[in-house]
């Protein structure tokens, strides 16, 4: 009896609850929707890399669906997330579930094929072409920065084309071949150092402010949209500049920005990294090849649609692609993966790990085939190591670590400390001047040092040359020779 009535007091609506409470509570009970998502039928189509059709997301064999739209969306079909939002990871992993049970429904040899080998191999395919990608490309910049820093001291007689490097290494001790430019007048040497090193920069400034994106800002101060048109409320991103790392790590943890990894920003990027890493000023290449490589792995995706429609199943080429960036940027596959797995991927099971391996690996191969350097090595500053060091240089390796310690924590508070600057001042709204007066301060204290004089990657490779007591064994080209 107790129960009973129990059970008729909980099911007897209660008097003092209003009709609009009754409302909140059937409101509050609802499932929680999805994202804001836009259908295929509304998706651009790629102009850049034609898309191959396979049986995973096709029309006759996903769910016997007679086409691609809004009817069939949740069905393995893909759907856009608006940009600035986050995608739902289990959203598209019931999605690619949907996918494998349609491909498993199909029978015969066709069926056997697409289960067992075009699938699987589809991921591998990728990452092998990803990492070819990435070596050509980290070829190509490594040979035109090398190229262009030295026509701000000379160029080479025998091949205009050769930078110092190898024109110094086909000709004798003396550097024959090369013809550094004759001083007319008072200091020219200095004026067309710094003068060429500010045109490079500047050439990379104004592609950087030039690709930026115009996105409109709400009341509340979320991005809501990106428009083509100036009003008011827009804020202008400038996808091309800084390394790019932050926001890689923020689109793999699944984060959604749109164009940012687009055809765009990459020409903006490699052109503007080759010009900045040869103006002199102290910036390096490794940050930016990270967002190159990753670049190319979201356009590479645009091949197979079981990545291109899948956003989860797109950021595993992602995570392998960065490690291939940072495997030609320093010459090391494993140091690539280990960066992937530690600093910039969500999600890495152990089928990505072995891709980014097999990706890093590819790329570091293509590299050492292109040899931009011409001395068959993958970056500049390779070492050998001949001899041991002793015991009483551990006291001196403690005090660089100390130093290196100290010194990088003054170096993120005074950089922190000049971004706001830069953002409560007008030094923010002239962004090409900056960088010109920059360049010419740095480049004009710089050029009456020998070694920084030099480009960053050749005086790091001079740097890590053994001394030698039976005769001179650094390259031609170091601050000695200069």
Same mark, same amino acid.
Request: proline letters at 4%; charged letters at 20%.
């Given at each position: 009896?107790?129960?009973?009535s129990?059970?008729d007091?909980a099911?007897?609506?209660?008097?003092?609850?209003s009709?609009s409470?009754?409302?909140?509570?059937?409101?509050d009970?609802?499932?929680?929707?999805?994202?804001?998502?836009?259908a295929?039928?509304?998706?651009?189509t790629?102009?850049?890399?034609?898309r191959?059709?396979?049986?995973?997301?096709d029309?006759?064999?996903?769910?016997n669906a007679?086409?691609?739209?809004r009817?069939?969306?949740g069905?393995?079909?893909?759907?856009?997330?608006?940009?600035?939002?986050?995608?739902?990871?289990?959203?598209?992993?019931?999605?690619?579930?949907?996918?494998?049970?349609?491909?498993?429904?199909?029978?015969?040899?066709?069926?056997?094929?697409?289960?067992?080998?075009?699938d699987?191999?589809?991921?591998?395919?990728?990452?092998?072409?990803?990492?070819?990608?990435?070596g050509?490309?980290a070829?190509?910049?490594?040979?035109?920065?090398?190229?262009?820093?030295?026509?701000?001291?000379?160029?080479c007689?025998?091949?205009?084309?050769?930078?110092?490097?190898?024109?110094c290494?086909?000709?004798?001790?003396e550097c024959?071949?090369?013809?550094?430019?004759?001083?007319?007048?008072?200091?020219?040497?200095?004026?067309?150092?710094v003068?060429?090193g500010?045109?490079?920069?500047?050439?990379?400034?104004?592609?950087?402010?030039?690709?930026?994106?115009?996105?409109?800002?709400?009341?509340?101060?979320?991005?809501?949209?990106?428009?083509?048109?100036?009003?008011?409320?827009?804020?202008?991103a400038?996808?091309?500049?800084?390394s790019?790392?932050?926001?890689?790590?923020?689109?793999?943890a699944?984060?959604?920005?749109?164009?940012?990894?687009?055809?765009?920003?990459?020409?903006?990027?490699?052109?503007?990294?080759i010009?900045?890493?040869?103006?002199?000023?102290m910036?390096?290449?490794?940050?930016?090849?990270?967002?190159?490589?990753?670049?190319?792995?979201?356009?590479?995706?645009?091949i197979?649609?079981?990545y291109?429609k899948n956003?989860?199943?797109?950021?595993?080429?992602?995570?392998?692609?960065?490690?291939a960036?940072? %495997? &030609?940027? @320093?010459?090391? !596959?494993?140091?690539? *993966?280990?960066?992937?797995?530690e600093?910039? =991927?969500? $999600?890495?099971?152990?089928?990505?790990?072995?891709?980014?391996?097999?990706?890093?690996?590819?790329?570091?191969l293509?590299?050492?085939?292109?040899?931009?350097?011409?001395?068959?090595?993958?970056?500049?500053?390779?070492?050998?190591?001949?001899?041991?060091?002793?015991?009483f240089?551990m006291?001196?390796?403690?005090?660089?670590?100390?130093?290196?310690?100290?010194y990088?924590?003054?170096?993120?508070?005074?950089?922190?400390?000049?971004?706001?600057?830069?953002?409560t001042?007008?030094?923010?709204r002239?962004?090409i001047?900056?960088?010109?007066?920059?360049?010419v301060?740095?480049? %004009? &204290?710089? @050029?009456?040092? !020998?070694?920084?004089? *030099?480009?960053?990657?050749?005086l790091v490779? =001079?740097? $890590?040359?053994?001394?030698?007591?039976?005769?001179?064994?650094?390259p031609?080209?170091?601050?000695?020779?200069?």
């Amino acid at each position: 009896t107790l129960d009973a009535s129990s059970e008729d007091e909980a099911s007897r609506p209660r008097l003092g609850r209003s009709r609009s409470q009754h409302d909140t509570a059937r409101r509050d009970s609802r499932p929680i929707p999805f994202p804001k998502l836009r259908a295929e039928d509304e998706a651009p189509t790629s102009w850049l890399i034609p898309r191959v059709r396979s049986a995973l997301y096709d029309s006759e064999n996903l769910m016997n669906a007679p086409s691609i739209g809004r009817k069939t969306k949740g069905k393995g079909i893909r759907a856009w997330y608006s940009s600035y939002t986050t995608i739902d990871w289990l959203h598209d992993d019931i999605r690619e579930q949907a996918r494998l049970r349609a491909l498993r429904a199909v029978g015969g040899t066709r069926g056997w094929w697409l289960n067992h080998v075009w699938d699987p191999i589809q991921g591998w395919l990728l990452v092998v072409l990803v990492g070819t990608l990435c070596g050509l490309f980290a070829g190509f910049i490594s040979e035109w920065t090398e190229l262009l820093a030295g026509w701000k001291t000379g160029y080479c007689r025998a091949d205009w084309r050769l930078s110092k490097a190898v024109c110094c290494r086909e000709s004798a001790l003396e550097c024959e071949f090369w013809h550094a430019w004759e001083p007319r007048a008072l200091n020219s040497n200095v004026a067309i150092f710094v003068a060429v090193g500010t045109a490079y920069t500047l050439i990379a400034a104004i592609l950087v402010v030039r690709s930026a994106t115009r996105i409109t800002v709400s009341n509340r101060g979320v991005s809501s949209s990106v428009e083509t048109s100036v009003s008011p409320t827009v804020k202008m991103a400038y996808y091309g500049a800084g390394s790019g790392i932050p926001e890689v790590k923020s689109i793999l943890a699944g984060f959604v920005i749109h164009g940012f990894l687009g055809v765009r920003i990459l020409i903006v990027k490699t052109l503007g990294l080759i010009m900045c890493c040869a103006s002199g000023i102290m910036a390096g290449k490794e940050g930016p090849m990270v967002q190159i490589a990753s670049s190319l792995g979201n356009i590479s995706t645009r091949i197979f649609d079981k990545y291109y429609k899948n956003e989860a199943k797109k950021r595993e080429i992602i995570s392998a692609a960065a490690a291939a960036g940072v %495997s &030609v940027a @320093f010459g090391a !596959p494993i140091g690539g *993966v280990l960066f992937s797995l530690e600093e910039v =991927s969500y $999600f890495f099971p152990n089928k990505t790990m072995l891709r980014s391996l097999a990706c890093a690996l590819v790329a570091a191969l293509v590299l050492k085939a292109y040899d931009p350097f011409g001395s068959g090595k993958l970056v500049l500053f390779q070492t050998t190591y001949d001899m041991d060091y002793h015991w009483f240089e551990m006291l001196a390796f403690v005090i660089i670590g100390i130093f290196g310690g100290l010194y990088g924590a003054l170096f993120c508070r005074l950089n922190m400390a000049v971004n706001r600057l830069r953002k409560t001042s007008f030094i923010g709204r002239y962004p090409i001047s900056e960088v010109a007066i920059i360049t010419v301060a740095t480049l %004009s &204290v710089s @050029f009456y040092n !020998p070694f920084t004089r *030099v480009g960053l990657g050749e005086l790091v490779g =001079s740097l $890590f040359q053994e001394c030698s007591t039976t005769g001179d064994r650094r390259p031609h080209g170091s601050p000695s020779d200069t």
